[in-house]
């Protein structure tokens, strides 16, 4: 199947799985697990920072930081469809006791500095305590310039926030811009990235920062029950894609743009967003029926309702997109 619905559908290649196989372990709760040791320290050497944390999942990470910037009766800030304030079941909240204040975002994604600063509280018993802005890159795979990022950046500093970046597919970002790792993450106090989803790995998330915030993130990852033990066989997969899977992203971006040509030549197909590894497309004729069609013609790909959002990654080749759209066509052409 070409499966499209996402960048986290990657299996494993046999290189990675090669490096998984022949991994060192130990106790990573006891510290002494040498491949998640080695995985923190690439991370945080190649980004800048003090200090890494390796953590299953990048919501767990997010969590991790904003329990780490933030105590009981303080607040963050997110866009409103940020991913830490919309799409991780509330966590800040629910286990953190962490308001959370939704702002405006422009169309990159980008929360609107004077929303930022219009919603940030001043320091009086009747309020929360505002503390941290998070910033979200890419976000629908679009892709936000240091330059643009310094916008929000600067009113959360003028304002004495701490700053967090969900870099989930940061790397998407990194390349697409072609700048250094440790500029674009320069102004975050903390920065979540995913190794599952572009970079290909299985499982696993990395957050860095100073030796501080991530000593206590490491104490909140313990209570959230993220402390792995022989997690070297995950962190060994991490170490292998950080080594061979982040400048191929440059082709995930090309073959999403020659998925968007494709598709948007289909008369019933609309391009409405094209960014790194992302196309979103509205379809006349979205229905679970058209979804069933593709999926009979060896296309995953979740287009029972428009917009659709199609995601390329390592195991989309050329050839699986000419099939994707010669699919697209015919799965229309029966409506
Ligand atoms: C996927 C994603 C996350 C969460 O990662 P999981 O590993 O699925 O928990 C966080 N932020 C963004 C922007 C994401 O795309």
Same mark, same amino acid.
Not at 297 to 325: K, Y
């Given at each position: 199947? !070409?499966?499209?619905?996402?960048?986290?559908?990657? =299996?494993?290649?046999?290189?990675?799985?090669?490096? !998984?196989?022949?991994? /060192?372990?130990?106790?990573?709760?006891?510290?002494?697990?040498?491949?998640?040791?080695?995985?923190?320290?690439?991370?945080?050497?190649?980004?800048?920072?003090?200090? +890494?944390?390796?953590?299953?999942?990048?919501?767990?990470?997010?969590?991790?930081?904003?329990?780490?910037?933030?105590?009981?009766?303080?607040?963050?800030?997110?866009?409103?469809?940020?991913?830490?304030?919309?799409?991780?079941?509330?966590?800040?909240?629910?286990?953190?006791?962490?308001?959370?204040?939704?702002?405006?975002?422009?169309?990159?994604?980008?929360?609107?500095?004077?929303? &930022?600063?219009?919603?940030?509280?001043?320091?009086? %018993?009747?309020?929360?305590?505002?503390?941290?802005?998070?910033?979200?890159?890419?976000?629908?795979?679009?892709?936000?310039?240091?330059?643009?990022?310094?916008?929000?950046?600067?009113?959360?500093?003028?304002? *004495?926030?701490? $700053?967090?970046?969900?870099?989930?597919?940061?790397?998407?970002?990194?390349?697409?811009?072609?700048?250094?790792?440790?500029?674009?993450?320069?102004?975050?106090?903390?920065?979540?990235?995913?190794?599952?989803?572009?970079? *290909?790995?299985?499982?696993?998330?990395?957050?860095?920062?100073?030796?501080?915030?991530?000593? /206590?993130?490491?104490?909140?990852?313990?209570?959230?029950?993220?402390?792995? =033990?022989?997690?070297?066989?995950?962190?060994?997969? *991490?170490?292998?894609?950080?080594?061979?899977? &982040?400048?191929?992203?440059?082709?995930?971006?090309?073959?999403? /743009? +020659? $998925?968007?040509?494709? $598709?948007? +030549?289909?008369?019933? &197909?609309?391009?409405?967003?094209?960014?790194?590894?992302?196309?979103? !497309?509205? &379809?006349?004729?979205? %229905?679970?029926?058209?979804?069933?069609?593709?999926?009979?013609?060896?296309? $995953?790909?979740?287009?029972?309702?428009?917009?659709?959002?199609?995601?390329?990654?390592?195991?989309?080749?050329?050839?699986?997109?000419?099939?994707?759209?010669? +699919?697209?066509?015919?799965?229309? %052409?029966?409506?």
């Amino acid at each position: 199947m !070409i499966d499209l619905r996402s960048d986290t559908v990657t =299996r494993p290649s046999p290189g990675m799985r090669r490096a !998984i196989a022949e991994a /060192e372990v130990g106790d990573d709760v006891f510290g002494d697990d040498p491949t998640v040791n080695r995985l923190e320290a690439v991370v945080a050497e190649r980004l800048g920072k003090q200090a +890494a944390l390796f953590v299953p999942s990048g919501t767990q990470s997010n969590l991790c930081a904003l329990m780490a910037h933030c105590g009981r009766g303080d607040e963050y800030i997110a866009g409103e469809s940020a991913h830490t304030y919309r799409y991780e079941a509330g966590g800040g909240a629910v286990l953190g006791s962490i308001q959370p204040q939704p702002v405006r975002m422009f169309d990159d994604g980008l929360p609107d500095p004077d929303h &930022i600063a219009a919603v940030i509280k001043p320091d009086d %018993s009747h309020f929360a305590r505002t503390k941290l802005l998070c910033l979200e890159n890419t976000k629908d795979g679009m892709v936000q310039s240091i330059e643009r990022m310094k916008l929000a950046v600067d009113v959360g500093h003028r304002h *004495g926030l701490a $700053l967090h970046l969900d870099g989930a597919r940061m790397w998407n970002a990194i390349v697409a811009l072609g700048v250094s790792a440790d500029d674009f993450v320069a102004p975050f106090d903390t920065v979540s990235m995913c190794l599952s989803k572009g970079l *290909g790995t299985p499982v696993g998330s990395v957050l860095s920062g100073s030796s501080e915030l991530i000593a /206590e993130a490491r104490r909140v990852r313990k209570m959230l029950g993220g402390g792995l =033990r022989q997690a070297g066989m995950l962190a060994a997969a *991490g170490l292998y894609a950080l080594d061979h899977n &982040i400048d191929r992203l440059a082709d995930d971006h090309a073959r999403a /743009e +020659a $998925l968007a040509a494709g $598709l948007g +030549a289909i008369p019933e &197909i609309t391009v409405t967003s094209l960014a790194t590894n992302m196309v979103f !497309i509205d &379809i006349e004729g979205a %229905s679970p029926e058209l979804q069933n069609r593709l999926e009979d013609l060896g296309v $995953l790909a979740r287009v029972s309702s428009s917009p659709a959002r199609l995601a390329t990654h390592l195991d989309i080749s050329d050839d699986d997109v000419e099939a994707t759209i010669e +699919a697209f066509g015919r799965a229309l %052409s029966v409506s």
